[in-house]
């Protein structure tokens, strides 16, 4: 018989006692002023078997990436935290403590950083027929070769159409990273720090249009309001020109808890 | 103060998972699944993360300057 054995989840670390009401097995371990987050889990779950054949089932991965969310969250309402990524697994809470010596140091200077800041995520979207749309009757060189079409021969204005094709593709390119590149800058000179993640592909945004920018700021508690402000300016500048923009948050600080030896966030 | 936006109730799972699977610390040492074996179950799940080749491919020529650094 295979023996059942209890792992240890960690969700975070926090710098106060975290206010957990021990639903979901939740508890905490306080080790040189730091609180581990933890709760216990089934090794036939969360073991390396077990999670090999559960990361398949994505109904369990929504479930469980979602309450690993809601737990960081809950703690997140009254204290900072480091967020750990999905499926920190420890064998027992001594080993979890001897991590929390090894790093201690580390996570407090991140927990210091962290003190009155919140993340918040930008992703803007493109849908580049739209996009063509709205600077097509406006770019002079598209509409003088479209007016050279109209008096062209059939053979020439063959040529002149793929010329117009390729302008627009060009155009096409320039706006998107105009816009991605815009917002980013903008929005970074509000924030503590700022970062750029992958794009994510259709297939996994369910949206018909492309992600062109994926990214996050760290943005100082009094800088929110000025921060969510350029968000909407850049909303009015270019929604209804085929960009769309979604501003979430806040998070927890995801994608600012890098540690020192690099290895702190997988990038 | 008062223009900040209250966090919707519907956040997209894929908002989660985007965070949740792919970011926050990562420590190696004493666990019992290494990192590199959910991220090759992420992928299988077909959560599949863009190259940059994709990127490249999107936006015909990638962000230059300062956007950059943070890759």
């Known amino acids: ?267 | 103060m008062n223009n900040v936006i209250v966090k919707s109730k519907e956040v997209t799972l894929l908002e989660i998972l985007d965070r949740v699977l792919d970011k926050g610390v990562v420590i190696s040492g004493d666990m019992v699944i290494s990192v590199a074996d959910v991220d090759l179950i992420y992928l299988g799940l077909k959560v599949l993360l863009s190259s940059v080749e994709t990127i490249e491919k999107l936006r015909g020529s990638p962000f230059v300057g300062p956007m950059q650094e943070a890759r």
Not at chain 1, 83 to 103: G, R
Not at chain 1, 255 to 261: E, Q
């Open chain 1, 1 to 267: 018989m295979v023996e059942n054995r209890q792992l240890v989840y960690l969700y975070c670390v926090a710098d106060k006692e975290p206010k957990i009401n021990g639903g979901n097995n939740l508890y905490s371990i306080c080790h040189n002023g730091l609180y581990a987050v933890a709760s216990r889990v089934e090794q036939l779950e969360f073991g390396e078997d077990g999670l090999k054949k559960k990361m398949a089932d994505f109904e369990w991965v929504k479930t469980k990436a979602s309450l690993h969310e809601r737990i960081i969250e809950r703690v997140m309402s009254g204290t900072n935290v480091i967020p750990f990524k999905f499926a920190t697994l420890f064998n027992t809470d001594n080993s979890l403590k001897a991590m929390l010596e090894q790093y201690g140091q580390e996570f407090k200077a991140i927990l210091r950083k962290l003190v009155n800041k919140q993340e918040w995520g930008l992703k803007i979207y493109c849908n580049p027929e739209k996009l063509k749309t709205s600077f097509s009757n406006d770019e002079a060189e598209i509409l003088k070769i479209e007016n050279e079409i109209k008096f062209s021969s059939v053979g020439k204005s063959y040529f002149l159409k793929k010329k117009k094709d390729e302008l627009i593709e060009k155009t096409l390119n320039e706006r998107i990273n105009e816009c991605g590149q815009e917002s980013f800058e903008l929005l970074k000179e509000l924030s503590f720090e700022a970062h750029i993640n992958r794009l994510l592909p259709r297939e996994v945004t369910e949206r018909e249009d492309e992600m062109v920018l994926n990214s996050a700021f760290l943005v100082h508690k009094d800088e929110v309001g000025d921060f969510h402000n350029m968000v909407d300016t850049l909303k009015m500048h270019y929604e209804g020109k085929g960009f769309l923009i979604d501003c979430t948050g806040p998070w927890p600080p995801y994608n600012f808890c890098g540690l020192s030896s690099g290895k702190g966030q997988n990038e």
